[in-house]
């Protein structure tokens, strides 16, 4: 497929457009990857001429490119910048855009970064001017829906306009350099492969953790909740690459079909197992960073709430691959650590033959945020003069991507990575339907069961690690969290 002579933003003013989707573009720019032609679009409620929107554009591009802003890579990218204004849910504005996509050469790629209530109206719109015509593209942001039948529903909507391969369904996690990174360390490498089965490895743990609070953005939370915002999504993905067989290849339909089978050999937790292996807690007051900060409801007033802002979950991939192995899935609101982290806890050796001096059994750690790195926890004997037998202690082998990769001036953005890809017209790291509604199904069935049972989140206070239910979750299985 050609290159899109136009990129459309929806809610081009936006908290995602002005912290990533600006930015990604900017940079891609100054780093010639964009086609030479291409016209980026704002469309959003508020009235700009094209000069207003660069502007504020140009202050998001500064505050978070710093130092590596450069006036002559924006005065390039600020001549790509028009503006379309006008109100979602009206089709008189779908005309106005269309109009400003008059003389552009090639198909144009929409991203509705809004609300998931006005993907529908959006398609409808731009269908209305027949702006959803082959070769035009459409990227939609995470959530799609709250449910399966909401996501259902959303993805019937969206295939009546775009084919399957014009639609990009967008996880920004896919587009980190260390998640990207598990393909190649799995399959690029002959040392892991053979290991990475159930005879070798004891449990996974897979951990998101944030220090923040809802910040502002309680009424969107307050509806979906830390289940289906991170579990449903990022983390299921992050389990998917783990625990999926190695594809034919490395094109889109291998790829995908490998995660889509992991997705649907997931294990449904039943009413009867939800408080063994579920957690659902709520942030109560506490201190973060060394600060004091109130709890969940009482950044809403303190009305009361049922919304989860942390999750943890045991779960299980029925296959020979991971039959009895436990992946454990942890995400949660003001926790005392901001990281992201993948762990495989390998078994213990089956005998040791060093008597007296304890042995670790192996671990390989994978952390995404805030620094991307992987490491190898090995034994290693103490170079030390010992009588009788070894000392032996654990040693870590560590790759820190930004001291390998120290010509790589800046960290990119995961979504310049993506954005390129969309535009590349490559769907590989994109979220196919069939996948996305999977998930909903093994999420949905755990959320109802909450419902159907009255469990309710248990308070945790703000900057622990959790309800104490958490910690049982691993512990009934002879395990902890690696903290």
């Known amino acids: 497929m050609s290159d899109p002579g136009a990129f459309v933003i ?36 508020s009235n700009h001429t094209d000069a207003e929107f660069r502007k504020n554009v ?37 005309a106005t855009l269309k109009q400003r996509l008059e003389g552009t050469q090639g198909g144009a790629l929409f991203y509705l970064s809004t609300s998931p209530a006005l993907y529908i109206p959006i398609v409808k719109g731009l269908a209305a001017e027949n702006l959803t015509n082959d070769p035009n593209r459409v990227i939609v942001e995470k959530p799609i829906g709250k449910s399966w039948a909401t996501c259902e529903q959303i993805n019937s909507a969206i295939a009546e306009h775009f084919s399957e391969n014009r639609t990009f369904r967008i996880d920004h996690y896919l587009g980190k350099e260390t998640v990207q990174n598990l393909i190649a360390l799995r399959f690029g490498n002959a040392l892991f492969e053979p290991l990475w089965n159930r005879h070798t490895i004891d449990h996974v743990q897979i951990t998101v953790a944030e220090t923040l609070g809802v910040e502002g953005r309680f009424g969107y939370y307050d509806e979906y909740g830390a289940t289906r915002d991170m579990v449903q999504n990022h983390i299921l993905q992050l389990l998917c690459l783990i625990a999926m067989e190695p594809p034919s290849n490395l094109r889109p339909e291998s790829v995908r079909g490998e995660k889509v089978k992991v997705l649907r050999s997931l294990r449904p937790i039943r009413d009867s197992e939800l408080r063994e292996k579920t957690v659902r807690g709520q942030y109560a007051r506490g201190v973060t960073d060394g600060k004091s900060v109130p709890g969940y409801v009482e950044e809403d007033g303190g009305k009361p709430s049922d919304t989860e802002t942390f999750v943890a979950l045991c779960a299980h991939v029925d296959n020979w691959r991971w ?161």
């Open 10 to 45: 929806f809610g081009a003013t936006g908290d995602l457009a002005r912290r990533m989707l600006f930015p990604s573009l900017y940079f891609l720019d100054a780093d010639g990857l964009l086609p030479s032609g291409l016209r980026i679009v704002g469309a959003a409620r």
């Open 58 to 94: 140009e202050g998001w591009v500064r505050e978070r490119a710093g130092a590596f802003f450069s006036q002559e890579a924006w005065d390039s990218f600020a001549g790509r910048l028009v503006y379309a204004p006008g109100d979602a849910t009206d089709p008189k504005s779908y």
């Open 323 to 483: 039959a009895g192995v436990p992946f454990y899935l942890r995400t949660g609101k003001r926790l005392p650590t901001r990281t992201s982290q993948i762990v495989i806890q390998f078994r213990d050796v089956p005998h040791s033959i060093f008597n007296g001096s304890p042995l670790m059994a192996n671990r390989l750690t994978i952390t995404l945020q805030p620094e991307e790195s992987i490491a190898l926890t090995i034994m290693n004997k103490t170079p030390s003069l010992t009588q009788g037998g070894y000392e032996l202690q654990p040693l870590t082998l560590n790759l820190s991507l930004l001291d390998a990769f120290k010509g790589e001036k800046r960290r990119r953005i995961a979504y310049e990575r993506l954005l390129l890809e969309a535009i590349s017209d490559n769907s590989t790291l994109f979220v196919r339907r069939d996948e996305a509604e999977a998930a909903w199904v093994w999420i949905d069935r755990i959320i109802e069961g909450w419902a159907r049972t009255g469990m309710k989140p248990m308070p945790y206070q703000s900057g622990s690690w959790g309800p104490a239910g958490a910690f049982a979750l691993t512990e009934r299985n002879g395990h902890s969290w690696y903290e």
